[in-house]
């Protein structure tokens, strides 16, 4: 997914539903600078754990809801992310798809003129048809089978 945004060395690559912090170490050691955020605590907690013992420092870390992430305007080149879903997903009483909805109206904000989204999302979510809808273009979308009821949609967005 970092691969797909076309991150590139020295980027400002942003996961704000980091969870254990996976996508974060992808980027770190493709050489770009991490920033995740997380609504639960724990999550955070265990994130840095992971990262440091890749020998990876964020640049920003800590407990924050998507849709509204401390960070200034204009200030990420990348935002790669795989929101939570399924029944063992915490979500906070909200759905998928409303996650999703407010992230991407968080991320219009602080993603820089020419920045990309990487976002995973259960295919009947329509993630592509959201971004779509908050401004985004949407550039190509890959869809991976999991099991009987569940498919993933990867998009790929450009802020114009």
Do not use: W
């Not at 797909?4 to 992808?26: K, N």
């Not at 779509?132 to 869809?143: T, V």
């Amino acid at each position: 997914m970092v691969n797909l945004a076309q991150s590139r060395l020295g980027d400002v690559v942003l996961d704000p539903f980091c969870g254990a912090g996976g996508l974060l170490i992808e980027a770190g050691l493709m050489g770009c600078r991490i920033m995740g955020f997380d609504i639960d605590r724990r999550m955070v907690k265990g994130s840095l754990k992971n990262l440091r013992f890749f020998g990876l420092e964020p640049e920003g870390l800590g407990v924050a809801d998507a849709r509204r992430t401390p960070i200034k305007s204009g200030g990420i080149n990348r935002i790669v992310t795989d929101p939570p879903y399924g029944t063992a997903s915490s979500t906070f009483g909200l759905t998928t798809k409303d996650l999703i909805e407010g992230f991407f109206s968080a991320a219009a904000d602080i993603l820089k003129d020419d920045g990309r989204i990487c976002i995973a999302a259960p295919e009947k979510i329509g993630v592509s048809e959201i971004g779509i809808k908050h401004g985004f273009r949407h550039l190509e979308s890959h869809f991976i089978y999991v099991h009987r009821r569940l498919t993933r949609e990867i998009a790929v967005f450009k802020r114009d």
